[in-house]
């Protein structure tokens, strides 16, 4: 069993760390704090401390001044932050990880992996697929797992640290992934096109294209993003019927 504290002052950071610890056996919360202060004054050598996760922009004191305290009471420290800009910092204060938010559960567990090669840690994927679906772990169902066939997806969302998918039944899944383990997982699906940075759509539920802006079946809109552009010009050309009449 490995003994984890985690740092950081935003709780919904810290929650989806939880949902990822509570899929690896292994790991045992001893201590959530999400004031850093607090941390310097109750972290000691006797919590037999195995791994900190730490947030880096903090208020009052930032995770790199928190890691200079607290490094010599953990065998291994792992930054978790939206910023990259920190790297080097985390580097100099012997960090022993970076993971930069949102990281996706692969992420996650490949570096504890890593960095404990003798413990058994349990892989459990976030998403496991077979060759007509895919299976998720749905938040507004207590982490349920749901079967979703790819026939009946309109869209993926993503949504702040999470994202939502979209099905024809109306029905809305909301998942700890990103766009990029979307991605990952559609491979060369043909049907799923990327029009816009936050969606991956199903071209099969397309409603109409009006301009830039692309409406799906379930009234879910948005407008072609400028960087996929060219993507969409070239689906359009592929798929929109033209005359052969002179005029």
Same mark, same amino acid.
Do not use: W
């Given at each position: 069993m490995l003994n984890c504290i985690i740092i950081d002052d935003e709780q919904f950071s810290v929650d989806a760390i939880l949902k990822y610890i509570e899929l690896l056996p292994k790991l045992y919360v001893v201590a959530i704090y999400n004031n850093p202060l607090k941390a310097l004054e109750n972290v000691t050598l006797e919590n037999n401390i195995d791994l900190i996760f730490m947030d880096i922009d903090m208020p009052f004191l930032s995770g790199i001044e928190l890691a200079k305290a607290l490094r010599p009471k953990t065998q291994k420290l792992i930054f978790t932050t939206s910023h990259?800009?920190?790297?080097?910092?985390?580097?100099? $204060?012997?960090?022993?990880?970076? #993971?930069?938010?949102?990281?996706?559960?692969?992420?996650?567990?490949?570096?504890?992996?890593?960095?404990?090669? @003798?413990?058994? $840690?349990?892989?459990?994927p976030e998403i496991s697929h077979g060759d007509d679906y895919f299976m998720v772990k749905n938040k507004e169902e207590d982490l349920r797992i749901v079967k979703v066939g790819y026939k009946e997806v309109i869209a993926f969302e993503s949504s702040q640290n999470?994202?939502?998918?979209?099905?024809?039944?109306?029905? $809305?899944? %909301? !998942?700890?992934?990103?766009?990029?383990?979307?991605?990952?997982? #559609?491979?060369?699906?043909?049907?799923?096109?990327?029009?816009? +940075?936050?969606? !991956?759509? /199903? %071209?099969?539920?397309?409603?109409?294209?009006?301009? @830039?802006? !692309?409406?799906?079946?379930?009234?879910? /809109?948005?407008? $072609?993003?400028?960087?996929?552009?060219?993507?969409? %010009?070239?689906?359009?050309?592929?798929?929109?019927?033209?005359? /052969? +009449?002179?005029?």
């Open positions: 990259s800009k920190y790297a080097f910092d985390a580097y100099e $204060v012997e960090g022993d990880a970076y #993971l930069l938010k949102p990281f996706s559960f692969g992420k996650f567990s490949m570096t504890i992996n890593r960095l404990f090669p @003798n413990e058994t $840690v349990a892989k459990i999470y994202l939502k998918i979209h099905l024809a039944n109306n029905k $809305v899944l %909301t !998942v700890y992934l990103t766009i990029k383990d979307i991605l990952e997982l #559609l491979g060369s699906r043909d049907e799923f096109k990327q029009f816009h +940075r936050a969606f !991956v759509i /199903s %071209t099969d539920c397309i409603n109409y294209i009006e301009g @830039n802006i !692309v409406k799906m079946n379930n009234n879910l /809109s948005f407008t $072609v993003g400028e960087s996929y552009r060219e993507n969409f %010009t070239s689906y359009l050309s592929g798929k929109l019927l033209k005359t /052969s +009449r002179k005029r």
